[in-house]
């Protein structure tokens, strides 16, 4: 089966620290989404991309969080500089435009902020 | 703005008891409605997508059926490998070309053998 890989699976880091999530879509697919989950908000859209293009990035912190699809086979996800409250597992998504056979996500990076 | 409220938000059953979990959602227009299962440590996995009210699908134990309001995901005789968080998400029209995804938090279902 056709896999979304994000790396890294986890990742500890330090106050003040850049962090960068990195996530390898299924080849074919046009849309890249980027979730966070956390159980106080559940899963919540930071940035969404067709054809590389960035299309909302409406649920992003735009002073520390930056998402880029430098080609078709990456997507990256940049904090800097990291904070605690960012402590969360990071999802990347991919899929073709209107979701018709749904969206396929990654097993999920976990970041911990100290 | 739209929003997506699954209940309970936890959910015990014994092996072989149905149930229904449900999905309420408002939305300026519905695109589709996503059902995914999480399973602990590891991303959402899609299960079904429907499109308009009185629409059924089915997978193994489970059926998915949609009205103007609200979803119900209903698992007949339920074994202990269902257990996980199954999350309820929308797609509205109010995005214009923009497909993405509201989530609800989840409802956790726990089966016990």
């Known amino acids: 089966d056709a896999r979304v890989t994000q790396t890294p699976r986890d990742k500890v880091t330090e106050m003040g620290q850049e962090v960068t999530m990195r996530c390898q879509p299924i080849?074919?697919?046009?849309?890249v989404f980027w979730y966070r989950q956390t159980m106080m908000q559940g899963l919540e859209l930071l940035a969404y991309f067709r054809n590389r293009a960035p299309l909302d990035d409406s649920g992003m912190p735009k002073d520390r969080f930056s998402a880029e699809m430098p080609d078709a086979t990456l997507a990256t996800l940049k904090i800097q500089p990291s904070e605690p409250r960012d402590s969360a597992v990071y999802f990347c998504?991919?899929?073709?435009?209107?979701?018709?056979?749904?969206?396929?996500f990654g097993s999920g990076t976990r970041l911990t902020v100290v | 703005e739209d929003q997506v409220t699954q209940s309970p938000e936890a959910l015990r059953l014994q092996e072989g008891e149905s149930s229904s979990l449900n999905c309420s959602y408002t939305v300026s227009g519905l695109r589709g409605l996503f059902w995914y299962r999480q399973d602990p440590g590891k991303g959402p996995e899609f299960l079904f997508t429907l499109y308009s009210a009185g629409e059924e699908k089915e997978k193994e134990r489970l059926k998915a059926t949609l009205t103007k309001k609200e979803s119900f995901l209903h698992i007949t005789a339920p074994k202990p490998e269902d257990s996980a968080t199954y999350l309820c998400?929308?797609?509205?029209?109010?995005?214009?070309?923009?497909?993405?995804?509201?989530f609800g938090k989840g409802t956790l279902l726990t089966v016990n053998p």
């Open positions: 998504a991919s899929g073709l435009e209107r979701g018709t056979y749904g969206y396929t």
């Open positions: 998400a929308v797609q509205a029209f109010s995005g214009g070309s923009n497909y993405k995804l509201t």
């Open positions: 080849l074919g697919h046009n849309t």
